[in-house]
């Protein structure tokens, strides 16, 4: 509805514009953008353990010391203490994954490490066939 303010004479055009019906047809497109949009789903592929069945055996005590992998804010990679680059990573993320019982990996990332870096380390811990991993909260 068009709101009309003064005085029109008889003959004058109206430069008013009806704006309810330019109105209506925005909110039927704005309705059927959002009906036809598919939902978002982001999908984490999670492979967590199951439970031990009640009459399985404790694990076997030689469990081997876990491996901590520490990436610093400056996004140096050290391997039990020792820095280390991405190509000695791997080699030694491979001699791991060739051992009977495998040790379990603890990534220790600093709050300020890139996300690229630790993405880095955690991809090449499953390339490399490792089974064992978790993340411990930065400092």
Avoid at 101 to 110: L, M, V
């Amino acid at each position: 509805m068009a709101m009309q303010v003064g005085e029109v004479a008889e003959g004058e055009p109206l430069s008013e514009i009806n704006t309810t019906p330019l109105i209506d047809v925005m909110l039927v497109l704005l309705i059927m953008l959002i009906v036809t949009l598919p939902p978002q789903r982001h999908a984490v592929k999670l492979d967590t353990p199951l439970p031990p069945p009640p009459n399985q055996p404790p694990p076997p005590e030689d469990t081997p010391d876990p491996i901590r992998i520490m990436i610093g804010f400056d996004n140096q990679i050290s391997w039990m203490g020792e820095t280390v680059n991405r190509n000695l990573l791997d080699q030694r993320m491979k001699v791991e994954a060739q051992r009977p019982i495998q040790p379990e990996i603890h990534i220790e990332p600093d709050r300020r490490a890139q996300y690229g870096v630790v993405a880095h380390v955690m991809a090449a811990a499953q390339r490399n066939g490792l089974k064992k991993m978790g993340v411990i909260g930065g400092t």
